[in-house]
């Protein structure tokens, strides 16, 4: 079983600049989570998908970030424009977890990641 | 407030050695979800474990085990005989589930084990 794709695995930009990242979870996987992670730091949750709608996006900087998952299955995440304190590691990660409230917490399974560097 | 608390920042033994990683943990809802992931050199974290709140029995897989004891809200990991194939970074993490409705992972800092040969 194929895991959860992510691209790129790399990319220096400006600041200023804007960037995008792709993720393709799990096949049949309904929940889909992106992460930041900073240098030295746990991931911290910046939006959550159930389906292709926003279960959770309290995290989310809203004035440069933004993301969507069209049809449920691929999502993008974007930044627009980046500071440098955005330079992190990105993570996508999936989960069976079907609907919300449904009174369990699945097993996430991570992508490898995409670092930003921000200059 | 939810939070998991991992003190011990680093580690380093020497194989065959066992060793403990410690996690605490901060919530208010009687239910919910600890995990333990390993994020080896490559980065991708990589699931080991998950308990429910109402089960405290300890687990063991293999070289690993985990201790849960809700007294002191904490969620302890042990490998015994490790193996350099253990370095790596190990999380903790906690999910409330049922109060928000989002299962997201609240992650401590982490704690690199390095194990020598």
């Known amino acids: 079983e194929a895991g959860v794709a992510q691209s790129p695995r790399y990319k220096i930009i400006e600041k200023r600049q804007s960037v995008a990242f792709w993720c393709n979870p799990i096949?049949?996987?309904?929940?889909l989570y992106w992460y930041q992670q900073i240098l030295g730091q746990g991931p911290k949750l910046l939006i959550q998908?159930?389906?292709?709608?926003?279960?959770?996006d309290s995290q989310l900087p809203k004035d440069r970030f933004s993301a969507e998952r069209l049809k449920g299955v691929d999502s993008t995440l974007k930044i627009q424009p980046a500071k440098l304190e955005d330079s992190a590691v990105y993570l996508c990660?999936?989960?069976?977890?079907?609907?919300?409230?449904?009174?369990?917490?699945?097993?996430?399974?991570f992508g490898p990641g995409t670092r930003l560097t921000v200059t | 407030a939810q939070k998991v608390t991992q003190a011990q920042t680093e580690i380093s033994v020497v194989e065959k050695e066992d060793v403990t990683l410690d996690c605490v943990y901060e919530?208010?809802?009687?239910?919910?979800?600890l995990f333990w992931y390993k994020q080896p050199p490559s980065g991708e974290l990589v699931f080991l474990i998950r308990?429910?709140?109402?089960?405290?029995q300890n687990e063991i897989s293999g070289r690993y085990s985990w201790n849960f004891q809700k007294s002191t809200s904490s969620f302890n990991f042990t490998i015994t005989a490790s193996q350099v194939v253990d370095s790596a970074v190990y999380f903790c993490?906690?999910?409330?589930?049922?109060?928000?409705?989002?299962?997201?992972?609240?992650f401590g800092t982490g704690t690199r084990l390095q194990v020598f040969p």
């Open positions: 990660a999936s989960s069976l977890r079907a609907t919300s409230g449904s009174g369990g917490s699945y097993e996430q399974y």
């Open positions: 096949s049949g996987h309904a929940t």
């Open positions: 998908f159930q389906n292709n709608g926003v279960v959770d």
């Open positions: 919530t208010r809802d009687t239910t919910y979800y």
């Open positions: 308990r429910n709140s109402f089960d405290e």
């Open positions: 993490a906690l999910s409330e589930v049922y109060v928000r409705n989002t299962d997201k992972l609240i």
